[in-house]
């Protein structure tokens, strides 16, 4: 089930979410993993004490030497950061990646509330990345900030799906999880063709640090292996929600999830 997966995004250094969670997603998926990373952050559960930028012609070079020996089924983006950083990945892809499928996690903002996307960038990760994307996800948040307003009920979310549409993607997972009036999380899949709702039971945890990486990754492994959107986007939840049923616990702030959930019978080799 390999499929070749290249993920630019930055690093968490507590392992829950970022490049950390992209890794780990993808491989217990059976996936390849590859990376280029755009940041390195000094982050644990409690939030981010610390980010240092990657120089762009080294971003540059790590897309292109992964893409020109090994090659990629699907790219996903994850934390840019800032314009030139998404001008320079957009440029990459563009040149050594024209016709890879593209899955867009639009992250703005680390779960203890740290920026991770500065303002003035939106507008540069709509015209360069979102345009040409296969898929986006965004949650709540985000969506209101690509869309320039509230997005506070599931009708609300319904409502926003050609807004979504009309930045360009081929297709849009909106993510429900911040609708906390909602008894049951939904999540829906926005293609030219309609709406596709995904259910599920909500999960009482605070060990939800990484969930929008980990999806992310773990649907582009599925595009990768050579799945339809639909099936990618269904075995994905499944995956994360497996990985926050089982999730370890640890630290003192938004923990991390349980990414190897899919491979625990290899415990007793």
């Known amino acids: 089930m390999q499929g070749r997966v290249l993920i630019v995004a930055g690093s968490d250094s507590g392992g829950g979410a970022g490049i950390q969670a992209d890794i780990k997603a993808v491989t217990c998926l059976q996936g ?89 960038a939106v507008t540069a990760l709509k015209g360069r990345l979102i345009r040409r994307a296969a898929l986006i996800t965004p949650n709540l948040p985000e969506a209101e900030s690509l869309v320039g307003r509230p997005i506070r009920t599931l009708a609300d979310m319904e409502a926003a799906a050609d807004d979504l549409l009309a930045l360009g993607a081929r297709a849009v997972l909106l993510k429900g999880g911040h609708l906390a009036a909602e008894e049951r999380l939904m999540d829906l899949l926005i293609t030219p063709d309609g709406v596709t709702r995904f259910e599920s039971g909500r999960v009482a945890t605070t ?58 019978p290899f415990d007793r080799l």
């Open 32 to 120: 390849f993993a590859m990376t280029a990373i755009t940041a390195l952050t000094a982050q644990n559960t409690c939030g981010v004490h610390g980010v240092h930028p990657i120089p762009l012609d080294f971003i540059r070079q790590q897309i292109q030497v992964v893409v020109q020996d090994i090659g990629a089924d699907c790219i996903k983006t994850g934390m840019l950061g800032d314009a030139p950083t998404i001008e320079t990945v957009a440029l990459a892809l563009e040149e050594f990646a024209p016709d890879v499928p593209l899955v867009v996690d639009p992250v703005m903002v680390a779960k203890g509330g740290h920026p991770l996307l500065a303002q003035e």
């Open 207 to 264: 060990s939800t640090h990484g969930t929008g990486c980990t999806l992310a990754s773990a649907i582009a492994a599925g595009l990768a292996q050579g799945r339809d959107l639909t099936q990618a986007v269904a075995r994905g939840r499944d995956y994360v929600l497996g990985a926050i049923r089982t999730a370890p616990g640890f630290g003192k702030g938004h923990g991390p999830l349980d990414h190897a959930h899919t491979v625990r």
